[in-house]
């Protein structure tokens, strides 16, 4: 479960081998839900509002390179993932 890029009060992950459609995981304290990447839309879960602007604004920053580690993990290969900063915002 790497994880992508960690802000204030989330994490933002991916999971290799997941369930299409392709998606990332957005997980910390009263924060549990996913976005799908091809439209940015909160596909289930719980993701409030605060949180849900910083991770759809991540994942259209990097939807192509998140596209990347998705068929990446897909095709059992390991992503590069020093793309995302892995930085805490």
């Known amino acids: 479960m790497p994880k992508l890029r960690s ?12 369930h299409a459609p392709p998606h990332i995981h957005c997980k910390g304290p009263d924060i549990d839900g996913t976005i799908l990447i091809r439209t940015l839309e909160n596909d289930r879960g719980i993701i409030p509002t605060s949180a849900l602007v910083l991770a ?13 580690v998705w068929e990446a993990y897909a095709a059992g290969e ?10 805490r915002v």
């Open 56 to 68: 759809v604004a991540f994942v259209a920053t990097y939807q192509a390179e998140l596209l990347d």
């Open 78 to 87: 390991a992503p590069d993932l020093n793309v995302f900063g892995n930085g």
């Open 7 to 18: 802000f204030a009060n989330f994490n933002v992950i991916m999971f290799a081998r997941d």
